[in-house]
């Protein structure tokens, strides 16, 4: 059974940094793409960044430059290194693992870390 926990949530102030990690268990780590996603309340869950099983990246384009996606495949952990945060990065980031069969698709879901920032 996949298990994604994330940790390092927490309150910054603007231009502040903080180091999202998501811990997974339950499967092949190195196989999957995994990635962190973002929700507000009343709003869709939006992509943040991801990291293939090869390590290719891809991030949205309002944090670019900005955020950076890691993984460790010693500790089956992936990071999002969250550098000159703005207010309106505040939301719930969930980390994601994402498998490809040929007999379908399976997302998985960690419980969210609350990002806040604000002065």
């Known amino acids: 059974q996949v298990q994604l926990v994330e940790s390092g949530g927490g309150l910054v102030q603007p231009g502040g940094s903080l180091n999202l990690s998501c811990a997974a268990s339950?499967?092949?780590?190195?196989?999957?793409?995994m990635g962190w996603y973002r929700q507000t309340p009343g709003k869709q869950r939006d992509m943040v960044a991801t990291i293939t099983g090869g390590g290719s990246t891809k991030y949205a384009d309002s944090v670019k430059d900005r955020f950076t996606i890691s993984r460790n495949y010693a500790k089956n952990t992936i990071y999002l290194q969250m550098n000159n945060l703005k207010p309106e990065d505040t939301a719930v980031y969930y980390c994601?693992?994402?498998?490809?069969?040929?007999?379908?698709?399976?997302?998985?879901w960690g419980q969210g870390t609350q990002v806040t920032v604000s002065s």
């Open positions: 339950g499967s092949p780590f190195s196989s999957y793409a």
């Open positions: 994601n693992q994402h498998e490809e069969w040929s007999w379908g698709v399976y997302d998985y």
